[in-house]
């Protein structure tokens, strides 16, 4: 913006600080420090736990005192952004504050779905997410499905498409860590497969299952492999049970990797895969291929609009014997995959840089928020 603003930053999925990482936490860290970045105060407001509140009337009064404490962090702000709303977790607290206090308001990351407005048992969170994007000065989505929703309940001026983006030097290629890890692996010039996921009930175990079979049928077959699983959660012992007798020491469990530390790992392998089966955006993909490299996932969701499918990956219909193919492609195919490696950074920096992909999103604001003030 042409003068540094302070944003009341409000997140009811998780506090931008919580210390189990997921893609939307990751997300919102990344978007407060590109905004901070670009020379703005961003300040997290309280959190409270807002997922299903429209279900629990017993929580409405901690959710109003805690409105009242929301609030007063953000006086002296300039405008109010919230990240996500969507039925299960809608933005109760957003479109009030920022009335009260005569502040713009914005969401990233906001879904709507017609279907939920059709079931008793949803109904509730659809309305009030509905509600809280209808009084949004603009909604910026990161996600093309949700845009697709927007463009059914808003004018075309009130919501715009941001492409997800890393943070500048946050990942890269590391040759040191790649000798060094390589080594405590034991890999020597074997192709070695990274995959990463949180550990818990859901479609990531699904995922993971997939890259396991994945890679037994490719041993099976004759190829000469390893894989390395980054991630932790509940069902890990579950995942360990179940890929152990399948690769035996081919495989590597690292537990829990902290992101800083996830370039080292990226920069050791050779390949990424994960199927990214009802994955949202994918960030994974964009740090792995960041690190330089090719990314193998479905095109189930979210995954294409974060790999160049034969330019920096290869993105596969929903069949996991498409996905064995592709995986093994790259696996026997040195060359090929050594220039969509080479081509995975170049991808990133050029498409998916937060600083230039986030820099419309803040003249967006710009412009309400001037607007509102000359008005």
């Not at 946050?170 to 020597?188: C, I, N, S, V």
Request: proline share 6%.
């Amino acid at each position: 913006m042409g003068l540094p603003v302070k944003i009341a930053f409000c997140t009811p999925f998780k506090p931008v600080h919580h210390p189990s990482i997921s893609g939307d936490v990751t997300i919102a860290r990344d978007l407060c420090e590109t905004l901070q970045g670009f020379g703005h105060e961003v300040v997290p407001v309280k959190y409270f736990p807002a997922k299903n509140i429209h279900l629990k009337p017993g929580r409405w009064v901690g959710a109003g005192l805690a409105l009242k404490q929301m609030m007063e962090q953000a006086k002296g702000a300039d405008c109010w952004l919230t990240y996500g709303s969507y039925y299960k977790v809608p933005d109760v607290f957003g479109s009030w504050a920022a009335k009260q206090l005569g502040l713009p308001y914005f969401i990233f990351q906001a879904s709507y779905a017609e279907n939920r407005g059709k079931r008793v048992s949803t109904w509730p969170g659809f309305a009030l997410n509905r509600r809280a994007m209808r009084l949004a000065d603009h909604i910026f989505c990161n996600r093309m499905n949700d845009v697709h929703g927007c463009a059914k309940l808003l004018p075309d001026d009130r919501y715009s498409y941001v492409k997800p983006g890393l943070p500048g030097g946050m990942f890269e290629y590391d040759k040191p860590a790649r000798a060094r890890l390589r080594d405590e692996w034991g890999a020597g010039d074997t192709p070695v497969i990274v995959t990463a996921a949180m550990m818990r009930h859901g479609v990531k175990i699904k995922g993971l299952q997939w890259v396991f079979e994945t890679c037994a049928d490719l041993v099976a077959n004759g190829r000469d492999l390893k894989l390395v699983v980054a991630g932790d959660g509940p069902r890990r012992a579950e995942m360990e049970a179940l890929a152990l007798p399948l690769l035996g020491d081919r495989v590597r469990f690292l537990g829990m990797v902290e992101r800083e530390d996830l370039k080292g790992v990226f920069s050791a392998g050779d390949i990424f895969a994960f199927p990214g089966l009802e994955e949202s955006v994918g960030m994974v993909y964009l740090e792995a291929q960041q690190c330089g490299l090719p990314a193998v996932a479905t095109d189930d969701e979210g995954a294409p609009h974060v790999i160049a499918h034969d330019y920096s990956g290869i993105v596969t219909p929903v069949s996991q014997v498409k996905f064995t193919e592709a995986v093994d492609r790259l696996v026997t195919d040195v060359e090929f995959r050594k220039k969509l490696g080479r081509q995975a950074i170049e991808y990133v920096e050029q498409n998916h840089s937060a600083a230039t992909n986030y820099l419309e999103m803040e003249r967006t604001m710009e412009s309400v928020v001037n607007r509102r003030r000359s008005g």
